[in-house]
């Protein structure tokens, strides 16, 4: 992918799913009929959500997007519609993801040392050492990469919880069969105070393992879920152990990432987006569903968008303004973003008035 080429359009999708915290997230269908389980306290299955470490599996995921996210040829994987993917893990840290789009794939292997990125159409790999001793922020940023973010029911529902839980109205509504697994239904309810886009997120745990096996976002004012990741089949147990191992294809190009492309990406125009999505010293404002995360794109690189990029931005924002400036805005049916024209950005899961309020406080 051009990143150069999409540059706003493309580091404004990742926010509006990362800002959000929900990551493509969409329900399968298909269930079957709910199964009968002894009845589970709210407190007791969100406890369970957020301390279980699910031990080896190999499954296959389903998302269905219906976030209203637009249509852009570079990142199709962004596009409302349904999706899949495959992943195994050897219940230790090793991981591989299998991403199809159209007629290639990305593959993702992580062999407890090196973490491989193959893209099959391109026939490029990116190869990330583990740093030797990772700072504990790193270390989880290293594990929860965005795209098992994206495909992992497990990872999104805990990173979920774990934002949310003590501004919810937790409750247990009944049980599901998802994968031909019998699973409760966690649902969190954001408190009538905060100011958010969500109005439930549904959360099904395996009664048995006591991992997510799907997670479904409810927004105000519609009847379904605005997109949900699910498994579609799980099977539990040791992974072949050739899945956690990875050798270049032959001819293929390798790149290991170096700090000197990185400080070269600092002047780009999308460097202060991506900031806020990966987690660079993000500026944070509120708690809870009503978060805001804000960023500032440096000055001299507003400067540098190239006219394909602003066509994109302008195509699928409206123009707004108020005391705090004026800027573009771009909304979807779970989160909305804000970039000023001096560059200040701010994201989250909230309505639009939310982030004219917060705009001014971005440094």
Same mark, same amino acid.
């Given at each position: 992918?051009?990143? $150069? ?145 994206? =495909? ?7 990173? =979920? ?19 031909? $697994? ?132 302008? $195509? ?27 560059? $200040? ?19």
């Amino acid at each position: 992918m051009n990143k $150069r080429k999409v540059t706003l359009a493309v580091a404004t999708a990742g926010v509006l799913t990362g800002a959000a915290g929900l990551s493509l997230l969409a329900m399968p269908a298909g269930a079957g009929q709910p199964p009968s389980l002894p009845d589970i306290a709210p407190e007791a299955l969100v406890e369970q959500v957020m301390t279980v470490k699910p031990g080896a599996f190999g499954g296959t995921v389903e998302v269905d997007n219906k976030l209203g996210l637009p249509a852009i040829a570079e990142i199709p994987q962004l596009a409302d519609g349904k999706h899949s993917g495959r992943i195994w893990t050897d219940g230790t840290g090793k991981l591989r993801l299998a991403l199809p789009n159209g007629q290639s794939e990305q593959t993702i292997v992580d062999d407890g040392k090196t973490t491989w990125s193959w893209n099959s159409q391109t026939n490029e790999v990116t190869k990330s050492e583990h740093k030797a001793d990772p700072k504990p922020e790193n270390k989880d940023q290293d594990k929860n990469s965005a795209e098992q973010k994206a =495909i992992d029911p497990a990872t999104a529902a805990k990173e =979920i919880v774990t934002m949310t839980k003590e501004f919810s109205e937790i409750s247990v509504d009944g049980t599901a069969r998802v994968a031909n $697994r019998a699973a409760y239904e966690l649902v969190l309810t954001p408190k009538p105070t905060e100011k958010t886009l969500i109005r439930e997120v549904r959360i099904a745990v395996d009664s048995e393992l006591k991992m997510p096996l799907r997670v479904a976002v409810l927004t105000n004012g519609t009847a379904e879920p605005a997109g949900t990741v699910g498994f579609t089949q799980i099977n539990v147990g040791p992974q072949d152990p050739k899945l956690f191992e990875f050798t270049p294809p032959a001819n293929a190009k390798v790149t290991t990432p170096e700090a000197k492309e990185a400080e070269s990406r600092e002047k780009l125009p999308e460097a202060g987006l991506e900031a806020a999505l990966h987690g660079k010293d993000p500026q944070i404002f509120g708690t809870g569903w009503d978060s805001v995360i804000g960023a500032r794109i440096p000055a001299e690189a507003m400067t540098q968008v190239p006219a394909e990029a602003q066509g994109l931005v302008d $195509r699928f924002t409206k123009k707004v303004s108020g005391s705090w400036g004026s800027g573009n805005l771009f909304t979807t049916k779970v989160a909305t973003i804000l970039i000023a024209d001096d560059g $200040r950005v701010v994201a989250g899961a909230v309505p639009e008035q939310v982030l004219f309020d917060t705009i001014g406080q971005v440094k």
